[in-house]
C-alpha cells in the first residue's frame, strides 16, 4: 500500500469521522439532497418494474394456489392410504376367520395322522332360554326316558354360568377350547347331554398354557410359555414367566399347546402391561384378552376326534 | 474519464436499485447488496485510489438511504474497499467464480461490520445473526451476479464461434485465386 492510498484512506476516515460528528441540520440537508438526486431513477426503476410485478405476484399466488392443493390433496391421499390400511386388515381379518372356521377342520381332515382336530359349531343359549332349559321346561322327556340332563349343568347354584346348545350328544368334553375366529375366547366346564356350560378366558377360575410371540423385523419370535389366569375382570394375568426372559407390552399372547394338534397357535389376547420389581423372581403380565362382541351368539368349539380315514376299514 | 463516468453511473443506479427494488427481490428473507456488487465493479474498474474514493461516495449514498447515523458507511466502505483491493490487484484478471467470490466477501464483510458497528453503538451486545444475514445477503448477490455473467459468457462464446465457422479462411488457397 503506497503513501497515496493511506493519505486518501486517512481523509475518507477523517470524513466519515466528521459526517459522524457534524451537526444534524446539515446532515439531514445532505441526506435530502441526495435522496431527491435518487428519486427519478427510484421511479423508473418502479415504472419498468410494474409489469413484471405483476406477472411475479400472480406468479407467486398461482404458487402459493399450487402449495395449498398439494397439501390438501396430500392430506386426502394419507386419509386414503389410511382407509386402504384399514380395509386390507379387515380384509385380512375376514380371510383368516374365513380360513379358521373352515380352512383348518378340511385340510387337516385330510391329514394322515390319527388324532385330527376338528371345529364344531355352537349357539350360545340366551339367559331366558339358558333359564327355561334349566327350569326343565323345555324338556317333554324325565329321566325314566333316560333323557334328564346333567346336574352340573342344570344346578340353580351356578345360574350366571353360560350355556352352548351342545354337549355330550355331539362329543363335546370338558376344556375344550372355544373359538371365536381364531382367538380363544374360553373352554367348556361341563357337558351336560345336549348342552355345556362355558368359562370365559377372564372368568375367575379359567387357567390355559399360554406363550409370548414377539414380531420382529426377522419374523415372529417365540418367547417363553406360562399359564393363563383369568381374575373375574376385563384383564388376565400371564404367571410364571421367569425374570430373566424378555416381555414386553404389546407382545402378543397364543396358546402353547403341548400335544402339537394344531399347525399354529392360537390367539389370546395383548400383553398391556409387564411389571418386573427388584426382588421379583417372576414378570407380572397382564393381558387383555380378544374383544367380544356384545352379545355372544354364535362360537366355535376346537376339539380332537379319531382321524376317520385311519380306522375305516380296508 | 470514461471510466470515472462510468462508475459514477454504476453507483447511481445500484443506490437507486437498492433503495427501490431490493426489497421485491426478497428471498428467505435475504435480499440483494447492490452497493456491494457495484463496490467489486469499482474496485475493478479503478484499482488505484480512485476506486476508493467512489466507494466512499457509495458509502455516503447508503448512509442517506439507510437513516441510520451518517458517516458509518463511509467509514466501513472504506475498509471494506482497502480489503478488496489487495484481493484485487491492478492488472488481474477476474473470472466469473472469482467475482462472485469477491462479491460475497465485500457483502459479508460490510453487512456484517455495518451490523455490528451500529448495533454496538446503540449499547446493544453482540449477536451472530448480523454477520449471518450478511452471509445470506451474500450468497444471493455473489449468485445472482455469477449466474449472469456465466449466461452472458455462454452467449458471448456462442456468438464467437458462430462467426468462427462463417469466417472463409483464405492461407494457403492461392488455387482460388487462379483462372
Redesign the interface.
Known sequence: MNSRMILISCCLFLVGGGLIVAPAGVTARLRSEITDALRPAQILIRQLHLPYAATLSEADATLVADAQRIATLQKELEFERNRNRAMQTRLAQAAEQQFTEQGISTVLTRSRRLVLPQLTDAAVLGEITAEQWRAGKLLDHGAKHGLREDELVLSPRKPLRPLIDLGAEAEISTEDAMLLGRCVIGKIEHVGRWTSTFQLVTDLRYRGRAQIIRETDSGFVFETQGILKGQGSPLCRLEGIPAEKSVRVNDAVYTAERDGILPTPLYYGQVVEAVLGPDDREWTVFVKPAPLPSHLTHVQILRTILNPERLAVK | MGRHLLAAGLI??S???Q???AG?LSLSHSQPWFPGIMLVFCVRLHP??AG??WG?LL???V???SNE???????LV?LVG?ML??CAREGATFGSLRTGALIFLATLCWKGLSATTLGLLENQSFRSEWWLAGCKDGVYSATLVTSVLLFMNLLKNGIKRRDETRRTVLTNQWSMLSP
Open positions: 447511481y443506479l443506490l437507486a436499485l433503495s427501490s427494488l421485491e488505484g485510489s476508493l474514493m466512499a458509502g455516503l449514498g448512509d442517506c438511504f447515523r451518517m458517516g458509518v458507511q463511509v467509514i472504506t482497502l483491493r489487495s
